[in-house]
């Protein structure tokens, strides 16, 4: 008999692997219901293709501020290496990345683990607070894949993963040092991604979750930092206050510095890379704050333990309404 042998997916969005891909990139991403509903669901597609023509342009600007591509094709990989790596010692495992919206697609990843054998499938998205827009819609478009491909293999799902120790502790440990890079009295700047308010009124606990990991990272910090949410992106009601009236309440106030930490992602990409590093800071900087922001977590070594505690401890089994759990 041998031992069982584990898949682990790692979930995420995806992005252009060249400035070519932009408009495709956001054709799929406006076509997802999950993330954004354009109308009724047949004019989706046709609405999803126009708004994609029109921001093709905006967003292949930033792109191309950020070295022409994401690099989240790239990190998530190199994630998934350094856990089937660290996973050698614990057992049979095989580590993929399945992307939401450009390849590597969840098929790629399906095909891969049949291929080498796996007996159950373990998700485990790189979100570590659950919405219906990132983690529900992951889920879904996996197991609708895994019904396409017609093989029946037992699948879990890590929904949600706020308060995971080894997550707190590398989150804490970065908005320390990026304090003492400061050296005098800071301000702890929270910018998660926004969402529309009606997702959290129909149940989205993804503030919540949110709260819960700034909770846990406080009680190490000592510091009480303030939430603010970055990206809107639509003419609906978003999470409030914004990253950017953050900033300037902050400046009105006197605040001199400023730590911001880019709770909702774990890699960097264009909304650290561009948003953050460099229009939240060139706005913090004409307010006359020092600005300071902590990395993405990507592939450091305490990140990568805490993805290796939560493959091990695995998850629950995933159900046709997958995306309403949390
Ligand atoms: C349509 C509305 C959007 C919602 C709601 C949304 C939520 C959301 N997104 C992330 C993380 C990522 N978003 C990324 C790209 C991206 N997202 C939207 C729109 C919504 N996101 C757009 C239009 C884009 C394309 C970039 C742009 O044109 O601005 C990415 C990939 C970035 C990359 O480097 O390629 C990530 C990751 C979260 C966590 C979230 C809500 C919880
Ligand atoms: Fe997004
Ligand atoms: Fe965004």
């Known amino acids: 008999m041998t031992a069982d042998k584990k898949g682990i997916v790692l979930l995420n969005m995806g ?17 997802d219901r999950s993330i954004i509903r354009l109308g009724p669901p047949f004019l989706q597609k046709v609405i999803a293709w126009y708004i994609a023509r029109k921001r093709a342009p905006k967003s292949r600007k930033l792109y191309e501020k950020i070295g022409g591509k994401s690099p989240l094709r790239e990190i998530s990989e190199a994630q998934g290496a350094a856990l089937k790596k660290s996973l050698r010692q614990a057992g049979d495992f095989e580590v993929t990345v399945a992307m939401r919206y450009w390849p590597p697609y969840a098929s790629h990843a399906i095909e891969q683990l049949k291929a080498c054998g796996v007996q159950n499938i373990t998700l485990l998205p790189l979100y570590p607070h659950f919405s219906r827009a990132t983690t529900g819609s992951s889920i879904d478009h996996f197991l609708a894949c895994l019904e396409k491909s017609k093989w029946s293999v037992p699948v879990s799902c890590i929904n949600s993963w706020p308060t995971e120790e080894a997550y707190v502790e590398v989150l804490a440990q970065h908005i320390l040092q990026a304090a003492k890079v400061i050296g005098k009295k800071v301000q702890v700047v929270y910018s998660a991604h926004s969402l529309p308010v009606s997702f959290i009124k129909e149940g989205d606990p993804y503030v919540d979750h949110i709260k819960a990991t700034i909770a846990a990272v406080e009680k190490i910090t000592l510091m009480r930092g303030k ?30 510095s400023i730590v911001m930490v880019p709770i909702s992602f774990v890699s960097d990409h264009i909304e650290t890379l561009y948003e953050i590093d460099i229009l939240y800071r060139q706005q913090a900087m004409e307010l006359g704050m020092e600005f300071v922001s902590t990395r993405g977590l990507n592939t450091s070594p305490l990140f990568i333990k805490a993805l290796h505690r939560l493959a091990l401890a695995g998850g629950n089994e995933l159900t046709p309404a997958a995306s309403r759990l949390t």
């Open 15 to 31: 992005g252009p692997d060249r400035l070519d891909d932009v408009r495709p990139f956001l054709y799929n991403l406006f076509s």
């Open 227 to 256: 939430l603010c949410f970055q990206s809107r992106s639509g003419p609906v009601e978003w999470l409030s206050p914004s990253t950017p009236e953050m900033i300037t309440t902050l400046g009105k106030q006197g605040c001199r």
